[in-house]
């Protein structure tokens, strides 16, 4: 990747086990005090208010006063403290949620020594920002925003949209969240897998995102949060539950994809494919985890997408110990997939299977059955055409299909590669 | 709606037309991408410019004329070429810009074009 995450020895193994563990704990306090507070206030942009209000103050009294026995409840008690004020200024005292509020104020000063523990609601936050009512471009950037706490300058990197315009349309849809009483209650069971679908999009988007673009956070990419946000989908879903087959489908898939991401780059920052990755070096702890995470969603029995795309990158992953890519196999998986959820990617990869199983001509016919529109700025149709007319033996259209490749690359690293393709054709 | 879309590198990258070893890649991934940009059909009007040493710049300071030769000493990224695009929106320009390579070693600029009046 462009972006060249650190070598993970670059600093001392403890301070960077500390440094992790300290983002993680401040991640997980965040999201789940966030979620708690929306939750009750039925307010998200007033919440987060409150709750950057809370951090503020934190940053001046703890240094002061010394950090307090349980730095959640505290900082909880300040954010709703704000909130109650904010709701006085507005004179809303006769709302219901202020009463509930006000009567939860009284039972959490239970004295330092006893903080009362805050439930979890972030998967009740996860199902309103992926909620039908609201639009489904801006799910992943609202759960980025309210249960990460990512700044929308850091979302609009990712997404590469102008952060303005972005900041604009969250708050919009925190308005519509709080003016049409979007429900915050976890959905009917007949609902759920339709909504829990919507979730996993969701994080799914914010993973391919991290993954082929490059997020300016100085802590982790996007793709770690995509993961930490799969775990936390997968952490909070009853297990047995149907539904439930589909976001260990997600999370599996994510694993997968993980366990490989060392041998992405080569030494000197170079884009190596996955054909020509060392796969020895694959991380075999996670393709295990990934491995049994999938067999649990199998278990189900619930087949969906994400399962799917898992199980194809699990057929990838074999080639780590058997030497082997089982290329028939993986076409199959795609002709599911493809007729399950036929988005661009699935349709390419499809292709890209057929011609290594069968032949280059059947995946090249795959391509070009593509919709025109669809195809002419989506880079990996280009390289995937490229490759296999290549293949085929037919330089010259293999290089012109390179070269469009290459106007329509992002990555420098990318570029590289794919211009060393079309050389080599010349 | 129509944005200009310009391309901003340092003076390091127009070295590389001079190194043997770097033009064919500095002039493939221009010319691919550029390539690239008019068969998106988005294309209203664009050029290339040449080096900044091929060109000047005039200032007027207290009613005396100032004219420099490029390439100007205190502007560390320098307008290489330009498009005028136009696109559905601004999201589609900015993917547009960030295949520029000039986005991995410069600055890409997109802005909204005025509208003229009447």
Redesign the interface.
Known sequence: MASAPAPPAAEPDRASRGRRAAEAAARESYGRLLAYLAYRWRDIAAAEDALAEAFASALTAWPRDGVPASPDAWLMTAAKRNLLQAARHAKLAADPAVTILIGEQEGMTAGPHDPPAIPDERLKLLFVCAHPAIDPSIHTALMLQTVLGLEAKQIAAAFLVKPAALAQRLVRAKAKIRDAALRFEEPEPSELPQRVHAVLEAIYAAYTLGRDGALDTQSADLADEALYLAQLARRLLPEQAPASAEAAGLLSLLLFCQSRHATRAGDAGEFVPLHEQDAARWDRAMMQAANETLWQAAALKCAGRFQLEAAIQSAHCQRAFTGDVPWQGIAALYAQLAARAPTVGALVGQAVAVGEAHSPVQGLALLEQMDDAAIAAYQPWWVAKGYLLARQGERAAARECYVRAIGLTELPATRDYLLRRAQALE | MKYMISFFQPMSEYQRLEDPKQV??YR??W???????F??GLVVAGDGLLPPSAGASVRIRDGKRQVQDGPFADTKEHLGGYFVLEAPS??VV??WA??A?S??TGTTEVRPVMERQG
Not at chain 2, 31 to 37: D, I, K, L, N
């Open positions: 064919d890649a493939g991934a010319t691919a991408y550029v390539e690239a940009m068969a998106s601004m999201d900015l993917e960030a295949r390579p986005s991995s």
